[in-house]
T-cell receptor, first 109, second 114 residues
């Protein structure tokens, strides 16, 4: 069983839509939960991180962690064409990292 | 913009050749990492370093080697390239002492072995 499961998509939405991206995990030791955005031919860049359970908001982006369900989400409000990218979730326990496969998102103008 | 650089960005090379992928960062970070990324697959950690003269193998078995002689430089070497090494290689760095969620990634090297 993979440590982290993420639906690869692809996901295509119209501009202005609310996007929901999700990951599930199996290791209850994970404490830090991260979302990275990766544009084509670029390296991943950190969008947001959350420690333990709860929500975190940053502009149009909201990260949620539900440790009881081992489920994390990233919501993008008022999606823009510039949000078109691959979104990777990542989790860590200590210095070990585990990444999802990434979800490809296209926002259509 | 993260100050972490990788060269070359793209490389096509024949089987059996020795290659070195370069990674440099100007942020003074102690921790550095090499990941392998294939389409539709998660990032796999192949090597990491916590400082000069410190290197460890990651979860993914790899025929590559790394060195860390200077803080800013973390090259990855394949002694004899094979088609199975065809992949995207990502270098990353983070500060020592923090949880490494603050990883800064380079743009990647896309390697094709023919």
């Amino acid at each position: 069983q993979k440590e982290v499961e993420q639906d690869p998509g692809p996901l295509s939405v119209p501009e202005g839509a609310i996007v929901s991206l999700n990951c599930t995990y199996s290791n209850s030791a994970f404490q830090y939960f991260m979302w990275y955005r990766q544009y084509s031919r670029k390296g991943p860049e950190l969008l947001m991180y959350t420690y333990s359970s709860g929500n975190k908001e940053d502009g149009r982006f909201t990260a949620q962690v539900d440790k009881s369900s081992k489920y994390i989400s990233l919501f993008i409000r008022d999606s823009q064409p510039s949000d078109s990218a691959t979104y990777l979730c990542a989790m860590s326990a200590g210095n070990q990292f585990y990444f999802g496969t990434g979800t490809s998102l296209t926002v259509i103008p | 913009e993260a100050d972490i650089y990788q060269t070359p960005r793209y490389l096509v090379i024949g089987t059996g050749k020795k290659i070195t992928l370069e990674c440099s960062q100007t942020m003074g970070h102690d921790k550095m990492y090499w990941y392998q990324q294939d389409p539709g697959m998660e990032l796999h950690l192949i090597h990491y370093s916590y400082g000069v003269n410190s290197t460890e193998k990651g979860d993914l078995s790899s025929e590559s080697t790394v060195s860390r002689i200077r803080t800013e430089h973390f090259p990855l070497t394949l002694e004899s390239a094979r088609p199975s090494h065809t992949s995207q290689y990502l270098c990353a760095s983070s500060e020592f002492g923090t949880v490494a969620y603050e990883q800064y990634f380079g743009p990647g090297t896309r390697l094709t072995v023919t």
